[in-house]
């Protein structure tokens, strides 16, 4: 994913990597390294951004995707910056467009999108510029992205609900 990403970007253009939080801030973290040690690329500023709606387990929690602005991210000027959002997974596009649309009022040069799984299910016309791995799985399905420190191990998991009773 580094590399394309690597690919995609503008010499002399600053770069911003925004993690999602919960797990797409660890895979930002991930991303910068690699960019930076392999690639080559400066060292772009890393910001977080929480975004919810779902639980882990894709219960519902909010009706509408609740975007919290902190302090710091509310005081950046990004204008003329490339911004790479990093999450874990594409569903249905409500979390991304969200933050896409934060985003877009700070001016920036561009925003890339980077996902390890996309659901191929999105809802929104949104998409991800980089992807990890693409996964159809039934509605009822849950991926599990494994990602350190969260869980000890690095992987992605395909929970398929069990039989109704």
Do not use: N, W
Not at 80 to 99: A, F, N, P, Q, R
Not at 106 to 128: G, N, S
């Amino acid at each position: 994913m580094a590399s394309r990403i690597a690919a995609r970007l503008r010499p002399g253009r600053p770069l911003t990597v925004i993690g999602i939080l919960r797990r797409g801030a660890p895979l930002a973290d991930r991303l910068t390294e690699c960019l930076v040690r392999r690639h080559g690329v400066p060292a772009p500023l890393r910001l977080d951004l929480s975004v919810k709606r779902y639980a882990d387990d894709l219960t519902l929690l909010y009706p509408q995707t609740r975007l919290d602005e902190s302090a710091q991210l509310a005081e950046l000027d990004l204008a003329d910056h490339c911004l790479l959002v990093v999450d874990d997974v594409l569903y249905t596009g409500h979390s991304i467009l969200k933050v896409v649309a934060y985003l877009a009022l700070k001016h920036p040069a561009e925003i890339c999108v980077a996902t390890l799984v996309d659901r191929c299910v999105a809802q929104l016309p949104v998409h991800a510029d980089v992807v990890g791995a693409r996964l159809q799985a039934a509605p009822g399905c849950v991926i599990e992205c494994h990602v350190p420190p969260y869980e000890a191990d690095f992987r992605i998991e395909l929970i398929r609900p069990g039989p109704v009773s």
